[in-house]
């Protein structure tokens, strides 16, 4: 039970973070600029309020489990699903020549799925 409390309470520090970093440097900038297609900067702004549900909902399974019972299809999805993040996050980082690590999505996905894996052992 205490590893499905992490991974809520790791996955309520994503969605904050997301939220306000995401919201300063990429959110922000993303509106300000002029230099994209209008439906390339639209639909990038759609996806980024699309990751902000996503987690939300990540944090409210490992919520809900933590409360009423673990279930371990539920936990390898979302386990899944949060490793593939942190592994997508740190691929288009290096894709851009950026250290992974820069971006705060690979290890607080990592450090999620890591508790969601933890609570199958």
Sequence with gaps: MFLLWTAMLMSITTFFVHLVVGGKFVAAPLLETDALPPASKWLNY????????????????????????ADPAAIIFL??????????????????????????????????SLAGWGTLL
């Design 46 to 69: 759609y996806c980024w309020h699309v990751t902000s549900i996503v987690i939300a909902f990540i944090a409210i399974a490992f919520g809900w489990m933590a409360m009423t019972g």
């Design 79 to 112: 386990a899944g699903l949060t490793a593939s993040l942190a592994v997508l996050s740190a691929a288009v980082a290096l894709k851009g020549g950026i250290n992974p690590f820069r971006f705060p999505s690979t290890s607080l996905f990592a450090a999620v």
